[in-house]
C-alpha cells in the first residue's frame, strides 16, 4: 500500500464518516494524503493530476465556504438580533405589509440610525466573501477563475441567507416570536406567523446574492 493510501486510510478509518465536520488534526491528515499523491506515480498522469487538482480545489473552496459563512451568519445575525432588541421598528422594512400599515412611519432618527445599521450590515455582507475569495485566490498563487470566485462568494452568502430564513425568521421569529421582535401596537397579530413572507424574502436574498456574487467574481477574477 502506497504511503498516500496510507494517510487517507488513516483518515477513514477514524472519523467513519459519522462527524459532518472534519476535525483539524483529519484535515491536516487529508493534506498530507494529498501531498504524499502528488509525489507518487499515480499523480503522474495528466487525467489523474487534473482529477486530484479538481479534488484539492473542491475541498478548499467547501472548507472556505463553511468557515465564511458560519463567520458570516454569527456576525450579521447578531447584528439583526441587537438591532431588534434596541428597537424593532428599525428593521420595520422587513416585517409582513400587514404589519407595516398599523405602525406609524418611522421618525427622523430611527430613518438616521435604519441607514446606519444598513452601511454597517452590508459592510460585512459584502466584505467577508470579498476577503474570502481574495485569500483563496492568493492560496492560488494570484490567480482564480470567474466560476471558482463566484462558487464562493455566492455560496457564503447563500449559508448566512439559509440561517437567516430558517433560525431568525421561521423559528425564533414565527414560532416563537418573543417579546423584543414584536413592535408596539401590532402584539397579537397574526402576521407574525407569516411564514410565506420570509420564504419570499429569502427567495428574493438569494437572487440579489447571485447578481451581487456575479458582479463581484467578475471584478476579482480580473485583478
Known sequence: MTEWNVGLNSLVEESHFQAPILHLSQICKL???????????????????????????????????????????????????????????????????????????????????????GIFFMFFLIGIPVVSTLFLKQSYGGEISFLVAFINMFGIITVFNVVDWLIIDWLLICNFTPKFVIIKGTEGMSEYKNYFHHFRGFVIGICLSLVTSLVLATVISLL
Open 31 to 117: 493534506e498530507y494524503g494529498f501531498r504524499c499523491l502528488q509525489e507518487s506515480e499515480f499523480y503522474k498522469g495528466d487525467s489523474n493530476k487534473k482529477w486530484f487538482e479538481r479534488m484539492e480545489l473542491g475541498m478548499h473552496l467547501g472548507l472556505s465556504i463553511m468557515t465564511y459563512g458560519l463567520l458570516l451568519s454569527i456576525v450579521l445575525s447578531t447584528i439583526v438580533l441587537v438591532t431588534m432588541y434596541y428597537n424593532p421598528r428599525l428593521l420595520l422594512q422587513s416585517y409582513p405589509t400587514g404589519i407595516q400599515k398599523v405602525v406609524a412611519e418611522k421618525t427622523k432618527y430611527e430613518i438616521m440610525l435604519t441607514k446606519f445599521v
